[in-house]
Structures are given as structure tokens and as C-alpha cells.
T-cell receptor, first 113, second 110 residues
Framework: DAMVIQNPRYQVTQFGKPVTLSCSQT?????MYWYQQKSSQAPKLLFH???????NEADTPDNFQSRRPNTSFCFLDIRSPGLGDAAMYLC????????????FGDGTRLSIL | EDKVVQSPLSLVVHEGDTVTLNCSYE??????LLWYKQEKKAPTFLFML????IEKKSGRLSSILDKKELFSILNITATQTGDSAIYLC??????????FGTGTRLTVIP
């Protein structure tokens, strides 16, 4: 059973056209993360929510924003996608504290035309 | 600057071989070291290591952490073609921040 679900699996958008990626979880974890993984590179943390508290990484571009309307859902909004934003976007969840591993969704592969 | 360095970058072995993948790290506020397996989709959790010298095992896979020398190894014995994947090492910095290495691409040929 899928526990961290990302939709869609593949997303194509036009240069500059806003796009939203979604993530939902059935684990009731209180921390949710968004990573960007470009081809042949390591996943890179963009931001995470600890409950409703938003934590942005210092080098995450302003073009990237996130929303977490409730425990189960988290969205990644890219306001004006550029060609360099083409990547796999991974959502992950974990339980805060106690050194718990993060559990990943299957990712959304974003292409920019 | 924090670093997680994996070696080798890629590795090709025959079925039945044993492989050792290496991960060294220098990160601030280190909490634990994690290993993930990534095929075409999401990274799948393998191990989390917090204490030095305690081997964790799962079937043919095992891993150990050395916090003095700042490295970890992942061993896979009797490799199978299904072990072909990218193996990612990541350091947990603080409570929530996973910092990944670029991975080792393992190819197991029949």
C-alpha cells in the first residue's frame, strides 16, 4: 500500500507557467519534506514542514513555495518554472524526533517546454 | 561546508559477487547516517545508523558506522540482478535535514 503518494508521476509545463505538485500521506507523520533531484545528482532539500511550521533552506529559490493545508497533504508550487527547474521532485515524511527515517514517495518528474 | 562523499561512483559486478560501498561525511550537527536504495522511483530506506561499531543487517545487506573516522560502509553479499540500483548515503543534520551524497550506481550482470 502506497503510504506517500505523489501526483502526478509526470508533469509537463511551459516555461514560466505556474505548476503545482502534490503529495499526500497515510502515515500521519508530522514532518513533510520536498526535495529536488536533478539527473545524476543527489536529492536536495528545498523545505520542510514540522506540523504547520515552515522551514525553508537558505538556498531554495524564491520561485519555489509550499503549502500544507493539513497533516496529510503538502503542495509544491513553482511560480515561474525555468528550464533549470526540470527535475524529479520527491516528497518525504517522517516522525519528528527520535532519529526516525524519512519515507519517500515515488516522485513527480517535471519537464519544462 | 558540509560534505557527503560516496565511492565508487559506479560499480559493475557479476551475480554472486560481494560489494562494499563507501560513504564518508563531514556535516555539522550530525545525528545519524542513512542508506537508501533508489531504482527508477523513490529512494527506499535501508538502514539508519546512529552508533559506532554496531552492524545492522537485513538479509544480504549489512552496514556499519564509524563516527570517529566519519564513514560508513554498505555491504551486499551474493549480489543479484535485483540489487542493481543507485545506493544513496545521507547524513541527518539536526532533527530533520537529510544531506545526501551523489550515490553509487551498482550494476549486477548475470
Amino acid at each position: 500500500d502506497a503510504m506517500v503518494i505523489q501526483n502526478p508521476r509526470y508533469q509537463v509545463t511551459q516555461f514560466g507557467k505556474p505548476v503545482t505538485l502534490s503529495c499526500s500521506q497515510t502515515l500521519n507523520h508530522n514532518v513533510m519534506y520536498w526535495y529536488q533531484q536533478k539527473s545524476s545528482q543527489a536529492p536536495k532539500l528545498l523545505f520542510h514542514y514540522y506540523d504547520k511550521d515552515f522551514n525553508n533552506e537558505a538556498d531554495t529559490p524564491d520561485n519555489f513555495q509550499s503549502r500544507r493545508p493539513n497533516t496529510s497533504f503538502c503542495f509544491l508550487d513553482i511560480r515561474s518554472p525555468g528550464l533549470g527547474d526540470a527535475a524529479m521532485y520527491l516528497c518525504a515524511t517522517s516522525i519528528q524526533g527520535g532519529n526516525q527515517p524519512q519515507h519517500f514517495g515515488d516522485g513527480t518528474r517535471l519537464s519544462i517546454l | 561546508e558540509d560534505k557527503v562523499v560516496q565511492s565508487p561512483l559506479s560499480l559493475v559486478v557479476h551475480e554472486g559477487d560481494t560489494v562494499t560501498l563507501n560513504c564518508s561525511y563531514e556535516v555539522t550537527n550530525f545525528r545519524s547516517l542513512l542508506w537508501y536504495k533508489q531504482e527508477k522511483k523513490a529512494p527506499t530506506f535501508l538502514f539508519m545508523l546512529t552508533s559506532s561499531g554496531i552492524e545492522k543487517k537485513s538479509g544480504r545487506l549489512s552496514s556499519i558506522l564509524d563516527k570517529k573516522e566519519l564513514f560508513s560502509i554498505l555491504n551486499i553479499t551474493a549480489t543479484q540482478t535485483g540489487d542493481s540500483a543507485i545506493y544513496l548515503c545521507a547524513s541527518l543534520r539536526g532533527a530533520n535535514n537529510l544531506f545526501f551524497g551523489t550515490g553509487t550506481r551498482l550494476t549486477v550482470i548475470p
